[in-house]
């Protein structure tokens, strides 16, 4: 059985997880602005867009499905995913040293 971490070790996983979840929200937010502005100006985005770079509109439409599912994807593997991982590890390590003090 390891042994459990000190109590300032355990404060800083919950700070770092703080952090992922706060990073997490601020991205998840950011693309359902991006989203949301896509719904309601895409064709404004559209023709602003053809002023720098001749794409077609579904070629448009493409690269703003995939890089909205990229950015997804992203947040969700490097934010997300780390987050749940710290909170169980902590939820752990606070049960080991409960067990521990009992």
């Keep these: 059985m390891s042994q459990p971490l000190s109590q300032e ?19 998840f937010f950011a693309l359902l602005f991006v989203w949301i502005l896509i719904i309601f100006q895409g064709d404004y985005l559209y023709h602003l867009q053809t002023l720098f770079v001749d794409i077609s509109r579904p070629d448009f439409d493409l690269f703003l499905l995939y890089s909205l599912t990229f950015m997804k994807v992203l947040n969700i593997v490097f934010f997300l995913f780390p987050f749940i991982a710290l909170k169980l590890f902590v939820v752990g390590q606070k049960r080991l040293t409960a067990k521990k003090v009992s």
């Design 9 to 27: 070790a355990i404060q800083i996983f919950e700070a770092i997880a703080a952090i992922l979840l706060r990073c997490f929200l601020i991205t």
